[in-house]
């Protein structure tokens, strides 16, 4: 019964927190959740491309995340930006 409700004290802390991010944050999130989906996927696909080691897995997905989380944050909150000067 107590882990039921510390359950969902997490998931209402969780949607609480996402409720709180601003669009170009989510934007943002979301680019970077799908470049480290595909950069684990070539690194499974592609085993003679690279080699095989966790440290060339972590940099995969960190690279490949951050920068289009980073650029979709930007791209997003550029818009949002100018979608405000217009108002």
Same mark, same amino acid.
Request: aromatic share 8%; proline share 2%.
């Given at each position: 019964?107590?882990? !039921? &409700?510390?359950?969902? *004290?997490?998931?209402? *802390?969780? $949607?609480? /927190? @996402?409720? *709180?991010?601003? &669009?170009?944050?989510?934007?943002?999130?979301?680019?970077?959740?799908?470049?480290?989906?595909?950069? /684990? #996927?070539? @690194?499974?696909? $592609?085993?003679?491309? &690279? !080699? *095989?080691?966790?440290?060339? /897995?972590? /940099?995969?997905?960190?690279? !490949?995340?951050? #920068? @289009?989380?980073?650029?979709? @944050?930007?791209?997003?909150?550029?818009?949002?930006?100018? #979608? $405000?000067?217009?108002?």
């Amino acid at each position: 019964m107590e882990s !039921s &409700t510390a359950e969902q *004290r997490s998931e209402g *802390r969780v $949607r609480a /927190l @996402w409720k *709180r991010l601003g &669009t170009p944050i989510k934007i943002g999130l979301l680019f970077a959740v799908i470049a480290g989906l595909m950069a /684990l #996927t070539g @690194w499974i696909a $592609r085993p003679n491309y &690279t !080699s *095989r080691s966790l440290i060339s /897995l972590f /940099l995969a997905v960190v690279i !490949s995340a951050g #920068t @289009w989380g980073v650029v979709a @944050w930007a791209i997003a909150a550029a818009a949002v930006e100018v #979608t $405000r000067d217009e108002e």
